[in-house]
């Protein structure tokens, strides 16, 4: 009996450890992936909405949704002529899709007056909403953390932060008062809300502040079985997040002498996908990104020691050199 459960103890964590070498997500995102419920039968004659919509993981997101039949879709964004051409490529990705079923909804994530309206028209148009997916964000600056400016942080934490925040109370409110206590919030935070990305003050601060906000509303939820709370928690992900963003000294960071090492990088399509499985099986935090990011984030989560001293020798490597 007990070799029995040495051998099952041993295969667990071998398989365990396959799939964390060898998989672009956590190992529970990545079993309901593999045999849980498929994006169509969660989303089908859904209507979501998904903010930060007119590129990179926002735009992978919906290009993967409007394969779902009657799904209905609201993108938003700030850039109008953005978000028209990526409802443009949605319906020619499928075909058979209603130009009806996709609504252009632009506005600015920090002009808090606009949220409630937004909604109303989301309400007005398709009569529901049953999901919303907050994806929009900004980079902010790759710089030394004593060179940030206060007003960096500032700005950074209304878009990321705070802007997101007071949507997802609007939309919330909706759920409980007129969707009978039913309806589901997507956050896309980042692995950087996971542990400290250096050089990346003030975004992953940001992230980090996302996960303590929706973790609490999570548990305070938990006694109301039909509104779910999803963390998404990418990596490095295919996108122009990055093309503005500066130095701490206000240089835009692709015209400075710093370069950063790259690593592997997801494509927006994959993103989006692992994004919607998740959604669609209810969990209640997703990790994505190519190795050897998870095993990385592992070893900060569970093993804080060994990753403080690897951490230590690997940052000359990964983080920051002069072109």
Not at 36 to 43: K, T, V
Not at 69 to 97: F, H, T
Not at 222 to 250: F, Q, W, Y
Request: some cysteine; charged content about 20%; aromatic content about 10%.
């Amino acid at each position: 009996m007990l070799e029995l459960i040495a051998g099952l103890v041993l295969g667990f964590w071998t398989i365990c450890l396959g799939i964390l070498l060898w998989a672009d997500c956590d190992i529970w995102t990545f079993m309901h992936l593999k045999f849980g419920n498929d994006i169509a039968s969660r989303f089908e004659g859904k209507v979501v909405w998904v903010t930060g919509a007119s590129s990179g993981i926002g735009e992978g997101l919906v290009k993967e949704l409007v394969k779902v039949k009657n799904v209905k879709i609201v993108l938003s964004a700030r850039r109008k002529e953005e978000l028209e051409r990526v409802r443009k490529e949605c319906l020619g990705i499928n075909k058979s899709a209603r130009p009806d079923s996709v609504l252009v909804l632009p506005f600015d994530m920090v002009d808090y007056d606009s949220h409630t309206p937004a909604l109303e028209k989301v309400i007005k148009t398709f009569g529901k909403l049953n999901v919303l997916i907050s994806n929009a964000a900004a980079m902010g600056q790759y710089a030394f953390w004593e060179e940030a400016p206060i007003s960096s942080d500032k700005a950074l934490f209304d878009l990321n932060v705070f802007s997101l925040v007071n949507l997802n109370r609007i939309v919330l409110n909706y759920f409980k008062n007129e969707r009978g206590r039913q309806g589901h919030l997507a956050v896309v935070s980042s692995l950087a809300g996971k542990f400290g990305v250096p050089y990346l003050t003030p975004y992953t601060p940001t992230k980090y502040a996302l996960n303590g906000y929706f973790e609490s509303l999570r548990n305070e939820l938990r006694k109301m079985e039909r509104i779910h709370v999803t963390l998404l928690c990418p990596g490095p992900v295919v996108s122009n997040i990055g093309d503005n963003a500066m130095t701490g000294t206000g240089e835009k960071f692709k015209n400075s002498k710093f370069s950063i090492k790259p690593s592997n990088i997801m494509t927006a399509a994959r993103c989006g996908e692992i994004c919607l499985a998740a959604i669609a099986n209810k969990l209640e935090e997703s990790w994505m990104a190519p190795l050897p990011n998870l095993p990385f984030l592992y070893l900060a989560t569970y093993q804080p020691f060994l990753f403080a001293k690897i951490s230590a020798i690997l940052m000359k490597y990964l983080v920051v050199e002069e072109k």
